[in-house]
C-alpha cells in the first residue's frame, strides 16, 4: 500500500522559513516523479514544485527563487525548502507521486498517482 506522509507545517512569520518533507513507503521511490502543490481556504489545489525520478526540478513562478525541492532516494523523501514565506503562500501543502512519467515535469493534479494528507502552513503578515 502506497502512503505518502508530509510533516513540518506549521506557523510563521511572514519572511520566515519552513522545511517541509514526504516520506513515501510502498513504492520503488526513484521511479516516480514527485510533487508538491497546495490549497488555499476556497480556492483550488494548485501546483507548486515538481522533481522529475531523475532530480530536474521546477516551480511556479510566484515561488521561484524562495522555494528549493530536493529528494534522497536512499531515504525516499522529499524535501521541501521554503523561504521568504509571503502570507499568500498559507495554505495545506501536499505532495504527490507519480509513476507514469517519472521524467516529466508535471504541473497538473490530475496527472498524479498517489497524494498524502497534507501539512498546514500559515505564515502571518
Known amino acids: 500500500q502506497v502512503q505518502l506522509v508530509e510533516s513540518g507545517g506549521g506557523l510563521v512569520q511572514a519572511g520566515g522559513s519552513l522545511r517541509l518533507s514526504c516520506a513515501a513507503s510502498?513504492?520503488?521511490?526513484?521511479?516516480?516523479?514527485m510533487g508538491w502543490f497546495r490549497q488555499a481556504p476556497g480556492k483550488e489545489r494548485e501546483f507548486v514544485a515538481t522533481?522529475?525520478?531523475?532530480?530536474?526540478?521546477y516551480y511556479v513562478d510566484s515561488v521561484k527563487g524562495r522555494f528549493t525541492v530536493s529528494r534522497d532516494n536512499a531515504k525516499n523523501t522529499v524535501d521541501f525548502q521554503m523561504n521568504s514565506l509571503k502570507p499568500e503562500d498559507t495554505a495545506v501543502y501536499y505532495c504527490?507521486?507519480?509513476?507514469?512519467?517519472?521524467?516529466?515535469?508535471?504541473?497538473?493534479?490530475?496527472?498524479?498517482?498517489?497524494w498524502g494528507q497534507g501539512t498546514q502552513v500559515t505564515v502571518s503578515s
Open positions: 504527490a507521486a507519480n509513476r507514469r512519467y517519472p521524467n516529466l515535469l508535471l504541473t497538473t493534479p490530475g496527472q498524479y498517482d498517489y
Open positions: 510502498g513504492l520503488t521511490f526513484r521511479i516516480y516523479a
Open positions: 522533481i522529475t525520478s531523475g532530480g530536474s526540478a
